[in-house]
């Protein structure tokens, strides 16, 4: 639950990977098939991918957009194809059913599924994150584990299609599509083939995890008993608004895993007592003011770690025990002063 950092040489390198690749597989299906069909849309659109630049140019050609175009290129691109096919269906009553089979035939299953097309351990090396972007739970570790029949065997995360490959196929190798993640948040009954941007194409359900805005996500915590003593609370986790419920809490139900981490709130008190007591025995009663110099390591002795956003991508519930501690600041008076 963090914002992936961007990578731009990541992109790059995705596509100088990939593209002359596509382009020629792309060019010999097409070259197979009659005259007519290639009048059709489904011939028109690889038409247009075999026709792009295979080195980068920056102007949104085809190729670059399937390869690597960003959030917003593809919802642009899902809006064209959409008014195009529109346009087709009057005369012709199963131009969707060609288009999206033949997309599927070749971006998912003769490109994203082979292993001897698409590197996914070199993909996750290339995003480079530690922690499900989804849930912030989860370590997602990828590690050599050789066996007797392969000795390049790994465990690795999943990879998720934020967009769905089933209902966008021609976006299966867009590299800002492929979203390294847990096991949990990408199979069923959780996100699954769940659209994060509707039939309508304007919802939000899910952030993009390269465009997670952090404001629109809050945990905090409601006391079940008195602070310090038997110390309990009830977690609770709001989203900004009902679509982002939607894909948070009903598809991924994040509001009632993260109520299993109670406990790490609890101990954030048990440790932040600790801290304070040892050095400062009047810190509790005069509400936290403490030197600023001392406070400024609270995070790091409570977490090993400090609360920069930057570390998100590498700590499991980073978002999470930030927001709790924001909270515990709050209800103790600001212990940064």
């Not at 102007?59 to 957009?65: A, H, N, V, W």
Request: overall charge positive.
């Amino acid at each position: 639950m963090y914002r992936i950092p961007d990578n731009n040489t990541g992109a790059i390198n995705h596509f100088q990977d990939y593209a002359e690749k596509v382009k020629l597989v792309v060019s010999d299906y097409y070259a197979k098939q009659s005259s007519e069909w290639c009048k059709k849309y489904t011939g028109k659109f690889l038409e247009r991918v075999i026709s792009s630049d295979t080195t980068l140019t920056n102007t949104g050609s085809l190729l670059e957009i399937l390869l690597i175009g960003d959030f917003r290129k593809q919802k642009d691109l899902i809006i064209l194809i959409d008014k195009e096919l529109d346009a087709e269906k009057i005369n012709q009553t199963d131009v969707k059913n060609v288009f999206m089979q033949t997309m599927s035939d070749l971006f998912v299953d003769t490109f994203y599924n082979k292993n001897t097309f698409f590197n996914k351990n070199k993909h996750i090396e290339r995003v480079g994150v530690e922690v499900c972007p989804y849930c912030g739970r989860n370590y997602v570790f990828s590690v050599k584990h050789p066996t007797k029949s392969n000795p390049n065997t790994r465990i690795k995360p999943q990879i998720d299609h934020f967009l769905p490959k089933s209902e966008y196929p021609y976006l299966a190798l867009n590299y800002y599509n492929l979203i390294p993640s847990c096991s949990t948040c990408n199979e069923r009954p959780s996100k699954g083939t769940n659209d994060p941007i509707g039939n309508d194409r304007v919802h939000e359900y899910l952030m993009q995890p390269r465009e997670f805005r952090s404001e629109d996500i809050e945990f905090s915590y409601i006391p079940n008993t008195s602070f310090y003593r038997d110390f309990s609370v009830k977690v609770d986790m709001k989203c900004s608004n009902p679509d982002l419920n939607k894909g948070y809490k009903k598809w991924l139900g994040l509001d009632k895993l993260y109520e299993k981490h109670n406990g790490e709130v609890s101990r954030m008190f048990v440790q932040l007592e600790a801290v304070i007591a040892d050095k400062y025995k009047d810190y509790l009663k005069n509400k936290f003011k403490v030197p600023s110099d001392y406070l400024q390591s609270v995070p790091f002795i409570l977490f090993g770690y400090s609360l920069s956003d930057d570390q998100a991508p590498f700590i499991q519930l980073h978002k999470f025990k930030k927001d709790i501690f924001k909270q515990i600041k709050r209800d103790f008076g600001d212990i940064n002063q």
